[in-house]
């Protein structure tokens, strides 16, 4: 079985980018984690509250096969957080599908593996990919090899099948 984690900010993370990703999966056969900076309930943006499994610090990537950062205003906690970025070089040492949404991407971008590399992200972020040497598409998800990106909640499904076909479970 393949095996995912959902990261995902302890507050204001966008509901719909993970619950809609989140049901594709498992219904894909993927067992899905999730992981924040705190154990406690996180908050999404619309009220759902996420009892994280486990911590962002304690992920291994040797453990899953998708790495996946959910947008929403609060993953901005992790644009310039060494643990998140350690994570993306590590996953995609391993070759590990990468995955983020929303504003999200940014992560990436600043943990510098998205030079050369299309991608999307939502539009206010646009220049912060281009900054970091992406090829900005505007589409709603974007695949370049071991890495998906997606523009929004409006992308939320497509963003989750696009993962399961990248992990070979859809």
Do not use: W
Not at 81 to 96: F, P, T
Not at 119 to 127: D, L
Request: neutral net charge.
């Amino acid at each position: 079985m393949k095996k995912a984690v959902m990261i995902i900010a302890p507050e204001n993370f966008r509901d719909e980018e993970f619950f809609e990703p989140k049901e594709i999966l498992e219904k894909s056969a993927v067992e899905v984690k999730v992981a924040s900076t705190t154990l406690d309930f996180a908050t999404g943006k619309l009220g759902a509250k996420v009892k994280p499994d486990m911590l962002l610090g304690d992920i291994d990537v040797k453990d899953f096969d998708a790495i996946i950062f959910v947008g929403g205003v609060g993953a901005s906690c992790y644009f310039d957080d060494a643990k998140a970025h350690k994570l993306v070089k590590d996953a995609l040492k391993g070759n590990r599908i990468v995955a983020a949404i929303c504003i999200a991407p940014v992560i990436l971008a600043r943990a510098g593996v998205l030079n050369g590399k299309r991608a999307t992200v939502f539009s206010s972020e646009e220049s912060q990919l281009k900054a970091a040497g992406a090829k900005y598409s505007a589409r709603p998800v974007e695949r370049d090899g071991q890495i998906i990106t997606a523009a929004g909640p409006f992308a939320a499904a497509e963003f989750g099948h696009e993962i399961a076909k990248a992990l070979g479970a859809e």
